[in-house]
């Protein structure tokens, strides 16, 4: 399976993306923060992630006569292969993504919650005229300042895990 195959499938995608910022999750409590996710068709996408190297098991434990695996997600392997991607492929994979994102803010509107100020929500769409190294040195300041927020093992009191999106594409 490539690695566009097992990354843009959208339950895959959405597991990936529900441990990303979290460290361990057992596939219980990851069951739980994909409510609508059928219990056998979670199993089944978690193993395929395990197989294809993007969870790993940390540990393993007996409960109830099953085993309970504790899973933690390799951020190096969430990246898809750009050998990989076709248009089909691409096509699918952004709408996936789409999709993952609307699910987590569906469920940010359904929660509780304060205001959407205070929270530091938002979204927004800005154009920027820049020349292909300017552009890419300015991603690598975003990435500068986001990787050791999003890499850190004890986040501070206080601290709320949080989705950063991002798409960027030229457009004329």
Known sequence: MTSAELLLHPVRLRIVQAMLGRGELTTKSLAEKLPDVAPATLYRQVSALVDGGVLDVVSERRVRG????????????????????????????????????????DAYLDGPRGELEADLVGFRQTAVVAT??????????????????????TPPPGARRRVLATVTLPVD
Do not use: H, M, N
């Open 66 to 105: 099953s085993i309970e695996r504790s899973l933690c997600v390799r951020t190096e392997a969430t990246s898809v292969d750009p050998g990989d991607l076709d248009d089909v492929a691409l096509r699918a994979g952004f709408l996936a993504y789409l999709a993952s994102l609307a699910s987590a803010f």
């Open 132 to 153: 292909d190294d300017e552009w890419r040195s300015a991603l690598d300041a975003i990435r500068a300042a986001v990787v050791p927020l999003a890499t850190r093992s």
